[in-house]
């Protein structure tokens, strides 16, 4: 072959190995790609000021580990009753001193986020005593661990009675309602950070600094609950700065970082947290007691990413938005919407659209590509719910993920991303689906 004749060959290969080729391998037509780059180019400032939040983050986690002298030792796990666990008593040092609280539990024990919130919660009230939600109406799972869904098991069986405060039209706290429904029998006001599955905007930081500081003033003795759920390293900020005396969340979200394969934290004060402890475990035992077995590693590694992880899932939730609202979806922030949690909703309006959108994401996964997600009867859920996840975690919502119930407005809330890269392809596969099925107008 002559020098020239070399050339052209390898020309042609490297023509191949562009990135608009490999995503033309995987799906996505040009017409797509030629959208998505434009959407991308006008995103530059707003990822830019994830990034920076996410450098903040980073340096507040590894100061939390250099202050607990975090050695290979802690990677050590233990077995059996799991005593002088240092790896895993100072993971939950490290926690404290990122969460800025006396004192953290975070256990693999705590099988997941509506178990570490019925925790909080079962630990710190008592027959007799009220709690309020101040942020309308909680989680959907939450609803038959107080007992608004009579339950087995409920709080509402314990003696333990439940009022709600709905938040005002514009999704902010309505103070002169939270006023009035504190009873002098109300022991604890819970506060929801991220939208979950309703379509009210999620809570900043700021507003649920200013709600605690009103409860705190009227009544210092309630205790403030604040469910973190997706909100962690969303901010440089978290709500246990401004008083909250417990914050909650689930590994397998955001601080996990991916990493951690199971797991829940509650950081807070150490009177909040001891009860917690000997609740999860045993009174006397506490948290004396929990073997990490393998997991501390994944643990602080997880915690470690989490920051960056979080910022990936951010471009990835502000990409969706500003694609599908140019093509008349309504999102949930909005495009331009300041950010308080990773999840978007995109509400399609019909079955149909959901589905497309769930198919999208699930094949776009690294994990289970091939399989095509159904709506099914999910245990603590009203109605069916479809979910797509490819996960490397089972169940991971920091991972690329979207779920959503059948029902109006056929919302899909889409969530995570280990990586920036694998979000944009996710969005845009699920795009295409979309597109394919002739449920994109203008296309
Ligand atoms: C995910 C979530 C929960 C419950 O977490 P699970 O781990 O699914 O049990 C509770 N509250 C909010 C706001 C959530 O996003």
């Known amino acids: 072959m002559t020098e020239q004749g070399r050339e052209a060959q390898i020309q042609k290969i490297l023509e191949k190995y562009t990135t608009q080729g490999f995503y033309e391998q995987m799906g996505i037509s040009p017409g797509v790609l030629k959208i998505s780059e434009e959407v991308c180019g006008h995103l530059k400032e707003r990822f830019a000021q994830f990034d920076q939040t996410a450098e903040a983050n980073q340096l507040k986690v590894i100061g939390a580990m250099q202050k607990n002298r975090i050695s290979a030792e802690h990677f050590n796990g233990s077995t059996g009753y799991g005593y002088n666990d240092a790896g895993r008593d100072d993971l939950e040092k490290v926690y404290a001193d990122t969460f800025h609280t006396e004192d953290a539990l975070v256990r693999t024990q705590i099988t997941c986020g509506t178990h570490a919130l019925s925790l909080a919660l079962g630990a710190n009230l008592r027959p007799g005593d009220e709690m309020v939600s101040i942020s309308g109406k909680p989680y959907d799972t939450l609803e038959e661990v107080i007992g608004i869904r009579p339950s087995?098991?409920?709080?509402?069986?314990?003696?333990?009675?439940?009022?709600?405060?709905?938040?005002?039209e514009d999704g902010s706290f309505d103070f002169?309602?939270?006023?009035?429904?504190?009873?002098?029998?109300t022991r604890l006001a819970a506060i929801q950070r991220s939208k979950g599955y309703l379509t009210r905007p999620s809570l900043s930081v700021d507003q649920i600094a200013e709600a605690i500081a009103f409860v705190k003033e009227l009544r210092p003795d309630i205790i403030i609950m604040v469910d973190n759920c997706y909100g962690e390293f969303v901010d440089v900020c978290e709500p246990s700065d401004f008083g909250a005396d417990m914050t909650v969340g689930s590994l397998i979200k955001n601080p996990g970082g991916g990493l951690a394969p199971m797991g829940g934290y509650i950081a807070g004060t150490k009177e909040c947290v001891e009860n917690c402890a000997?609740?999860?475990?045993?009174?006397?035992l506490g948290r004396e007691v929990g073997a990490s077995?393998?997991?501390?590693?994944?643990?602080y590694q997880g915690l470690f990413l989490a920051p960056t992880v979080t910022a990936g899932a951010l471009k990835g939730a502000v990409f969706a938005?500003?694609?599908?609202?140019r093509f008349g979806f309504r999102c949930i922030p909005d495009a331009s919407?300041?950010?308080?949690?990773?999840?978007?909703?995109?509400?399609?309006?019909?079955?149909?659209?959901?589905?497309?959108?769930c198919e999208g994401i699930q094949a776009a996964a690294p994990v289970d590509s091939y399989v095509t997600p159904e709506p099914w009867a999910m245990p603590g859920y009203d109605s069916d719910v479809i979910m797509a996840a490819g996960a490397f975690i089972q169940g991971s919502s920091i991972e690329l993920s979207a779920d959503g119930p059948l029902h109006e407005p056929y919302a899909a809330y889409f969530q995570g991303g280990l990586t920036w890269e694998h979000a944009k392809f996710g969005i845009l596969k699920a795009f295409q689906k979309l597109a394919d099925a002739g449920l994109i107008r203008e296309l």
Not at 152 to 168: F, P
């Open 176 to 185: 002169d309602a939270i006023r009035n429904a504190l009873r002098p029998r």
């Open 278 to 284: 000997v609740r999860l475990t045993s009174p006397g």
């Open 321 to 325: 938005a500003n694609l599908f609202e």
């Open 293 to 299: 077995l393998e997991v501390n590693r994944s643990l």
């Open 152 to 168: 087995r098991g409920s709080l509402a069986e314990y003696g333990i009675t439940y009022n709600q405060v709905e938040l005002k």
């Open 337 to 357: 919407e300041r950010r308080n949690d990773i999840i978007q909703a995109i509400e399609f309006g019909t079955p149909e659209g959901l589905k497309r959108f």
